[in-house]
T-cell receptor, first 116, second 113 residues
Framework: GAVVSQHPSWVICKSGTSVKIECRSL??????MFWYRQFPKQSLMLMAT?????????EQGVEKDKFLINHASLTLSTLTVTSAHPEDSSFYIC????????????FGQGTRLTVV | AQSVTQPDIHITVSEGASLELRCNYS??????LFWYVQSPGQGLQLLLK??????LVQGIKGFEAEFKRSQSSFNLRKPSVHWSDAAEYFC???????????FGGGTRLMVKP
């Protein structure tokens, strides 16, 4: 149980285009999902917290207009990197908290984004 | 502010030797603490977690960690390291159950044959 699936696992896109990353809780409902970013050889930093049916809360320094987060259902949150640039190349990881057993959040496998 | 610190950026041990990776936390109350392992280009795998109760926590792959409130530490240990343990290890904490995690900077473990 407690499986979180991210799609795609890796993506290469051209500079200026937009990329959507999906985070799905497969066997539980998640009212809250978290999006993290990890630059090469660095730790994970929280980007935003998304709650189902409401606007995401962004961490300081994260551009909400560039990183669009939608959490339209209890099993799906999406992160769209708009007008991507090479400096957005990173590893993006989501985690989802079970609505019922909410003691921890479970991580997806991550998405490696390369912007060329 | 809440924080998690891993003092060692790199650690090298010989295969078969014991291992201890350090983690210190700064939280107002007892945090929820986690250790994850990440292989290159991969996602995170949960090794173990501490919420409350017994301060010595057993995890997968032969790892254990001990919560020490007096030292604000949650160090990860393994009695005998295998070459396959070479990876990046992250300690993380949350102030409340199920909340977002604050990660330490990570410790890269290298294993000598």
């Amino acid at each position: 149980g407690a499986v979180v699936s991210q799609h795609p696992s890796w993506v290469i896109c051209k500079s200026g285009t937009s990329v959507k990353i999906e985070c799905r809780s497969l066997d539980f409902q998640a009212t809250t999902m978290f999006w993290y970013r990890q630059f090469p050889k660095q730790s994970l930093m929280l980007m935003a917290t998304s709650n189902e049916g409401s606007k995401a809360t962004y961490e300081q320094g994260v551009e909400k207009d560039k990183f669009l987060i939608n959490h339209a259902s209890l099993t799906l949150s999406t992160l769209t990197v708009t007008s991507a640039h090479p400096e957005d190349s990173s590893f993006y990881i989501c985690s989802a908290r079970d609505r019922v057993v909410n003691t921890e959040a479970f991580f997806g496998q991550g998405t490696r984004l390369t912007v060329v | 502010a809440q924080s998690v610190t891993q003092p060692d950026i790199h650690i090298t041990v010989s295969e078969g030797a014991s291992l201890e990776l350090r983690c210190n936390y700064s939280y107002g109350a007892t945090p929820y603490l986690f250790w994850y392992v990440q292989s290159p280009g991969q996602g995170l795998q949960l090794l173990l977690k501490y919420f409350s109760g017994d301060t010595l926590v057993q995890g997968i792959k032969g790892f254990e960690a001990e919560f020490k409130r007096s030292q604000s530490s949650f160090n990860l240990r393994k009695p005998s390291v295998h070459w396959s343990d070479a990876a990046e290890y992250f300690c993380a904490g949350a102030g409340t159950a199920g909340n977002m995690l604050t990660f330490g900077g990570g410790t890269r473990l290298m294993v000598k044959p």
